[in-house]
């Protein structure tokens, strides 16, 4: 038998093992969920903890205003509310269990407004992208409805056109921590959550 050296079978095997990881990485699938529960560092930071999402995008939708600016949505006027996209994979993570997490880190009995913010660009919304994900939340709006005597106001809407927020936005609750924690803890999000969630508020998310 011809001896193979050291070398060639390291080579061989590195070669193997990065096809492996080549391979694995081709095989994942991502999808993509688009949730609006006030404002969106706080979901960002809320959705970046649940395994399986890939990660998070802030943004503006459900407007008529191509490519709005922060300035724009926040003065109300452009129909947009503050949204993540969520990209998640969904062999590890299913869209209704995102849905789950999104409940329970939404104020779903108040119209246009969401804790401390204003205004229907801060209003509570699920942007579905097929038959499947509205009949899913439009599912998990009927079996939260029994836990209230107020009717569910949040928005169940087909998917409309993301726009990114600006950069400053991304990632916000890790640029600038102290800001948004007191940020969060001043308007109130994680009291009204507990109120109205109890020991489940902010599901596996938060």
Known sequence: MKKVSGGILGLALALGLSGLATQAHAQRVEATAVFAAGCFWCLESDMDKVKGVVSTTSG???????????????AGRTGHTEVVKVVYDP???TYKQLLHVF???VDPLTANAQFCD???????AIFYGNAEEKKLAEESRAEIAGRF??????EIAPAATFYPAEDYHQDYYQKNPVK???YRYSCGRDRRLQELWGAEAGGHGS
Do not use: E, F, H, M
């Open 118 to 124: 204003q205004g229907s660009q801060y209003r509570g």
């Open 60 to 74: 503006y939708a459900g407007g008529k205003l191509a490519n709005p600016t922060y300035q724009q949505v926040s």
């Open 149 to 154: 005597d107020k009717p569910i106001v949040t």
């Open 180 to 182: 948004y924690k007191y």
């Open 91 to 93: 062999n590890i993570v």
């Open 103 to 105: 409940w329970r880190n």
